[in-house]
């Protein structure tokens, strides 16, 4: 069955930096775009970052020039790097792909 699973998430003081990984199985990834989506507490899902399978890359206005997506297809991995991050980027972060969602992992900015 298809799996998606998030790593990576944790607390981070404001302009620090955290990677997310997000490892896929049961499809055949490489042929697939996957995004990160986040939820911040009482406020809508939202995507945060895309990548096509051809590597065509798409961010949220919130985090262009701060968070890069990118992907391993070796790996079956998408990753999230996040740098200066700020208090606003607080949220529960999911991997999805293939109509399949990942549970989540929890990112804390906070000092």
């Known amino acids: 069955q298809v799996q998606l699973v998030e790593s990576g998430g944790g607390l981070v003081q404001p302009g620090g930096s955290l990677r997310l990984s997000c490892a896929a199985s049961?499809?055949?990834?490489?042929?697939?775009?996957m995004n990160w989506y986040r939820q911040a507490p009482e406020k809508e899902r939202e995507l945060v970052a895309s990548?096509?399978?051809?590597?065509?890359?798409n961010y949220a206005n919130s985090v262009k020039g701060r968070f890069t997506i990118s992907r391993d297809n070796g790996k079956n991995t998408v990753y999230l790097q996040m740098n200066s991050l700020k208090s606003e980027d607080t949220a529960v972060y999911y991997c999805q792909g293939y109509s399949s969602w990942g549970q989540g992992t929890q990112v804390t900015v906070s000092s």
């Open positions: 990548i096509t399978s051809g590597r065509i890359t």
């Open positions: 049961g499809f055949t990834f490489s042929l697939y775009a």
